[in-house]
T-cell receptor, first 113, second 109 residues
Framework: DSGVTQTPKHLITATGQRVTLRCSPR?????VYWYQQSLDQGLQFLIQ???????AKGNILERFSAQQFPDLHSELNLSSLELGDSALYFC????????????FGPGTRLTVL | ELKVEQNPLFLSMQEGKNYTIYCNYS?????LYWYRQDPGKSLESLFV?????AVKQEGRLMASLDTKARLSTLHITAAVHDLSATYFC?????????FGAGTRLTVKP
């Protein structure tokens, strides 16, 4: 158990819908990262937040957005969902910024029908 | 465009043998990570390599980084069945993490 929690574990929704994935980092960690893993695209970095501020952006679609709240939990919002958005979404946390070991949550499996 | 290439993509080993997984990348970076993923599970951090010549070891796994050659290796010594998993390298380019495709390792008795 990494200490990072994600909810929900599974999510099934329809195309065009909007969903929110939630992540709670390990106690004391200030950075949260979001990743997408799919058979087509492999593992992709989406976005990083550090202490409430956006720190880095990867291959995140404009339909996706994220934020980190004052209590350091983070939410990833996915809108206008398409079939191709079906994937595993992981969040990870680390004490500081990049260069620190990242601890991954168990993931949310999103299925878009 | 940054490319991160792992090879081999599939590796079947006998227990007790040694082997190396390679991770090549196309742009300058001095931050490289190795992860392990078991089927249906999340990623587990193995090593964080932060400078040229960095070498880290944990149990039967040893990772190294050569930033001049843009190459990292993950060496497996005397493989055991418990090491069967998929191994990913990831390169940090200006805070943008790029992953290799993964090496699926199977260790057979």
């Amino acid at each position: 158990d990494s200490g990072v929690t994600q909810t929900p574990k599974h999510l099934i929704t329809a195309t065009g819908q909007r969903v929110t994935l939630r992540c709670s980092p390990r106690s004391g960690d200030l950075s949260v990262y979001w990743y997408q893993q799919s058979l087509d695209q492999g593992l992709q970095f989406l976005i990083q937040y550090y202490n409430g501020e956006e720190r880095a952006k990867g291959n995140i679609l404009e339909r996706f957005s994220a934020q980190q709240f004052p209590d350091l939990h983070s939410e990833l919002n996915l809108s206008s969902l398409e079939l191709g958005d079906s994937a595993l979404y992981f969040c990870a946390s680390s004490v500081g910024g990049n260069g620190n070991e990242q601890f991954f949550g168990p993931g949310t499996r999103l299925t878009v029908l | 465009e940054l490319k991160v290439e792992q090879n081999p993509l599939f590796l079947s080993m006998q227990e007790g043998k040694n082997y190396t997984i390679y991770c090549n990348y196309s742009t300058t970076s001095d931050r490289l990570y190795w992860y392990r993923q078991d089927p249906g599970k999340s990623l587990e951090s193995l090593f964080v390599l932060l400078s040229n010549g960095a070498v880290k070891q944990e149990g039967r796994l040893m990772a190294s980084l050569d930033t001049k050659a843009r190459l990292s290796t993950l060496h497996i010594t005397a493989a055991v069945h418990d090491l069967s998993a998929t191994y990913f390298c990831a390169v940090d380019i200006a805070n943008d993490m790029r992953f290799g495709a993964g090496t699926r390792l199977t260790v057979k008795p």
